[in-house]
């Protein structure tokens, strides 16, 4: 696999975070968002890179250390931009329904809570590089197979040969 390459879905899963953590921040949309984020989120880029020719053939094996990378880089961005604004959100509105903020808030007061809190997001980032390293090997699978019968369709078109009289 190409190390260059891995380089660059990684900071575009960074870029794509960052953005995520900002959308999140509504409170109906975030928790959707997180939600298909959390699962699909290697899959989407998958498919926007083959679409656009930066990815050519890949296998299952290549898919799910994709997928883990985007998962585990996404999150990690993710987490920068949300948890700070969720918790200056908190404390200058101080919203009763926002309970992220009030949980980061609290996560904020001692050291070894705010320890407790970084643990957390690793354990969440490593999670979620799990999930979409199986949800990016599902996707490389699928073009496997799709590619695969592509090639026997133009293989079985060219074979036949007419005669029109």
């Not at 989120?41 to 050519?56: D, E, P």
């Amino acid at each position: 696999m190409n190390l260059l390459l891995l380089k660059q879905i990684g900071l575009f899963s960074v870029l794509i975070g960052l953005g995520m953590g900002l959308v999140s921040l509504i409170p109906f949309i975030g928790t959707v968002l997180f939600i298909l984020y959390f699962l699909l989120l290697s899959a989407v880029i998958i498919v926007y890179l083959k679409k656009i020719n930066v990815l050519g053939k890949i296998t299952v094996k290549e898919g799910g250390v994709i997928g883990a990378v985007i998962g585990f880089c996404s999150i990690l961005a993710f987490s920068v931009v949300f948890i700070p604004l969720s918790a200056i959100i908190q404390f200058v509105f101080k919203f009763k329904d926002f309970w992220v903020g009030i949980i980061i808030n609290a996560s904020f007061t001692s050291v070894l809570t705010f320890v407790l809190l970084i643990f957390l997001i690793i354990f969440l980032a490593l999670l979620c590089a799990l999930m979409n390293g199986f949800s990016g090997a599902v996707t490389a699978y699928i073009y496997e197979v799709l590619e695969e019968y592509q090639a026997r369709q133009d293989n079985s078109f060219e074979s036949n040969d007419f005669e029109i009289k």
